[in-house]
């Protein structure tokens, strides 16, 4: 039951007005600037793959082209590599009907099942045999540590995390750091994708360090980093 | 709220008139006294109009102002908590009902009141994470899943936190010699 002293007084109304209009906000929604980075991370992680393959290999995507058996498993892998990443991204930046996102714990699920997906697709069965860490095999040194790999995995997955810190600025109310850590999962995943296009390593610390492990760290990245520019 | 979103402010004044009345009482149960209340809720509308344009079309804008205050309100614990300071007696909650009424005894409005202070002492006292999920539910009649949505929790975790609130007020008024359905005993 309502009492008086449960609704604000006039002079609250005064002051609340008087710092509204003193106060600057934003114009572009939310969905708008959502749907620019579903368009521009992927044509960022293709182009930084372009880019680094020619540069190291001599080949775009050499990850798809040197020392793979069949590549029709490799576009099978890729496939579900990229779809991964989609659906991490599409999850962590859905608004949802209430507005205040996803479930608790399917942003759980998020930040927690992609790097495990990830490993099972590109490390359980890698799909290279090793052949190219030999150096005489393309005249690229492949570091076991994956050095170069973890040069492209953050450049993407940085790039995408700004992205998507931008995208949901100042909207998300709740649960700000699991929605940074699906944030930071979904772009890690994207910056495995670039790896898993532009490596032709199937070394397993090579896979585990330089592939799997950005992920992982741009998952904990996400979770620390992004909470306050999220929050309104 | 989709017109204010769109950056129509003329319908702010009437935003506020549909929003403040129980957006402020849902400050006055996350605050422990009326200026904490006060200051939480200029803040919330000073962060919802800030964050209009993430307004999702469709979105029950109550229940987004309630989770903005709840974050707000976080935030400014979060702050006082490391800057503990002395602040001198304010008015609070249990203060600020006005049970006056025209048809009762003295002796019922004293009881009535001796019922509110002893349930508005309860919510003070226990942790902010109960008060609210009670208060959403039963107060606010969120629905459980709203609840959940308005605190980034499972509609499990709101049901647990809002059942140990009951069983605390409970005892609070069995302890004050109440019963449960604010009878005395």
Redesign the interface.
């Known amino acids: 039951m309502?009492?008086?002293?449960?609704?604000?007084s006039d002079w609250?109304?005064a002051?609340?007005?008087s710092?509204?209009a003193n106060?600057?906000?934003?114009?572009?929604?939310?969905?708008t600037r959502i749907l620019v980075a579903l368009a521009v991370v992927p044509a960022l992680t293709t182009t930084v793959v372009f880019i680094a393959s020619d540069w190291v290999y001599g080949q775009p995507a050499a990850g798809l082209g040197i020392d793979v058996a069949s590549p029709g498993s490799a576009m099978t892998i890729l496939a579900l590599l990229v779809g991964l990443a989609l659906s991490s991204t599409l999850f962590a930046l859905w608004?949802?009907?209430?507005?205040?996102?996803i479930?608790?714990?399917s942003l759980i699920s998020i930040a927690a099942l992609v790097v495990p997906v990830y490993a099972a697709l590109t490390v359980l069965q890698p799909l290279h045999s090793g052949a190219a860490d030999d150096v005489a095999f393309t005249g690229v040194a492949i570091s076991p540590w994956g050095w170069r790999c973890i040069f492209i995995a953050t450049i993407v997955g940085a790039s995408t995390l700004a992205i998507f810190a931008v995208a949901?600025?100042?909207?998300v109310?709740?649960?700000?750091a699991?929605r940074g850590a699906a944030l930071g999962a979904a772009a890690g995943a994207w910056g495995g994708v670039a790896v898993f296009a532009f490596c032709p390593s199937g070394d397993l610390q090579h896979l585990l360090v330089g592939h799997v492990l950005p992920i992982a760290l741009f998952t904990v990245l996400g979770a620390v980093a992004l909470t306050r520019a999220l929050?309104? | 709220m989709e017109r204010y979103?769109r950056?129509e402010d003329r319908v702010?004044e009437q935003l506020?008139g549909l929003l403040?009345?129980r957006l402020?009482?849902f400050c006055?149960r996350l605050a422990t006294s009326?200026v904490e209340a006060?200051d939480c809720?200029?803040e919330t509308?000073?962060?919802?109009?800030?964050?209009?344009?993430?307004?999702?079309?469709?979105?029950?804008p109550l229940?987004?102002a309630f989770?903005?205050a709840?974050?707000v309100y976080l935030?400014r614990l979060r702050y006082w908590r490391r800057r503990p300071e002395q602040l001198g007696a304010t008015r609070d909650i249990a203060e600020?009902?006005?049970?006056q009424a025209h048809d009762t005894t003295p002796e019922a409005e004293v009881a009535a009141q001796h019922l509110h202070d002893t349930l508005a002492f309860e919510l003070s006292r226990m942790s902010e994470k109960n008060r609210i999920a009670y208060v959403l539910l039963k107060e606010e009649n969120l629905s459980a899943r709203?609840a959940?949505?308005?605190?980034?929790?499972?509609v499990e975790v709101v049901k647990q936190r809002a059942h140990r609130a009951y069983q605390s007020l409970k005892s609070a008024l069995s302890s004050a010699g109440w019963s449960e359905y604010g009878n005395p005993v």
């Open positions: 309502a009492t008086p002293s449960d609704r604000p609250l109304y002051r609340i007005r710092a509204i106060t600057p906000a934003a114009t572009t929604r939310t969905r608004q949802a009907r209430g507005g205040l996102g479930a608790a714990t949901l600025r100042r909207a109310p709740v649960a700000g699991l929050q309104p | 979103a950056g702010f506020y403040a009345p402020y009482r006055l009326v006060d809720f200029q509308f000073l962060k919802l109009h800030r964050a209009r344009a993430t307004y999702a079309t469709g979105a029950n229940h987004w989770a903005i709840r974050s935030t600020a009902g006005d049970l709203e959940a949505a308005v605190l980034g929790t499972s």
